[in-house]
């Protein structure tokens, strides 16, 4: 783990590593709202303003009015794996978080206090923080409220957290450079099919030309750790042999220009080879073989990413 400090007060630019898996404090990114505001000073973007003051004179903490069923609630952007919140108390007063509930999920029903809980705050010594494990719980947005009639105030709220990484082609839009017959359409590459026999209807397949591409438009821009690539296992296998897979925001020379991800040197017929990719960002993903009547066939193209936020 490692953290930043202010004099005076903690400045929250922390990560921490669990298992190999780095894990941020993602509230920073988020927006912040709750269900009414004590002033103008006291506004919910103060719980994730990244210090954990817990003087609530000087205007560090959120705070709603006195209220049935008070919330606070951020919004995290996009779903993440949340391992944790953190939640610091206000110096005086401290009672009023007791029996706080933490929700994690997708919805906004209910304001987003019908999520699944993450946990029941019993009670935080004042000025005090307390880690609360929600043991990966998926979620955009992480609620605090009280189920009663109080004031809810939080002088800062960490949600540590890691992307939630998928294979982001499945929702993509795929296009190539021609295409060699009505069965091998591009987007049969990005089906969630990992078939490998060509006639059956599953690979995409380009006609023999100068540096045949196939790309695929993941609608927005990720950060890719790798692209699983599969080989037909019918015929032509070795076709594949030299292909470049690049990746970025360039739609120049056909995403030719873009970072190159890997070159492919083969992957044996019908099989799935992953391509690591050191967290390149970018929205376009293309794999191209340079050369004179070359083809280019691809039974199935998986991109494991995640999203720029994090």
């Avoid at 794996?81 to 509930?101: K, P």
């Avoid at 540590?160 to 069965?183: C, D, K, M, Y």
Wanted: proline letters at 5%; glycine letters at 8%; charged letters at 20%.
């Amino acid at each position: 783990m490692t953290m930043r400090v202010l004099v005076g007060s903690l400045l929250l630019w922390s990560t921490f590593t669990l298992g190999g898996t780095t894990e941020k404090n993602v509230a920073l990114w988020g927006t912040a709202i709750q269900s009414s505001d004590w002033t103008n000073n006291n506004l919910a973007a103060k719980a994730i303003d990244g210090v954990r003051n817990t003087v609530f004179s000087q205007n560090s903490c959120s705070c709603t009015k006195a209220e049935t069923n008070p919330w606070w609630r951020v919004n995290l952007r996009v779903e993440y794996i949340v391992t944790s919140v953190t939640i610091t108390n206000r110096g005086e007063y401290h009672t009023r978080i007791n029996g706080a509930e933490i929700r994690v999920g997708n919805s906004l029903e209910n304001n987003g206090n019908s999520n699944p809980r993450c946990a029941v705050i019993s009670t935080i010594p004042p000025g005090s923080s307390s880690t609360f494990y929600c043991h990966g719980m998926k979620g955009r947005y992480v609620n605090v409220f009280i189920p009663r009639y109080e004031y809810l105030t939080l002088c800062e709220v960490e949600v540590h957290a890691s992307p939630v990484i998928e294979n982001v082609a499945l929702r993509g839009r795929a296009t190539q450079s021609s295409q060699f017959s009505f069965e091998g359409a591009a987007d049969k590459a990005i089906d969630g099919n990992r078939h490998a026999v060509y006639p059956d209807g599953s690979c995409s397949h380009t006609k023999p030309q100068t540096d045949p591409w196939w790309r695929v438009d993941l609608l927005d821009v990720y950060r890719v750790t790798s692209v699983n690539i599969t080989n037909r296992q019918d015929a032509h296998t070795d076709r594949i042999k030299g292909a470049e897979i690049r990746i970025g925001n360039s739609l120049e020379n056909n995403g030719r220009s873009n970072p190159l991800c890997a070159t492919i040197s083969s992957v044996p017929p019908g099989n799935t080879y992953t391509f690591k990719c050191p967290d390149i960002e970018g929205r376009y993903v293309t794999v191209i073989i340079p050369g004179d009547k070359k083809v280019l066939t691809l039974c199935e193209v998986e991109v494991i990413a995640y999203p720029t936020i994090v």
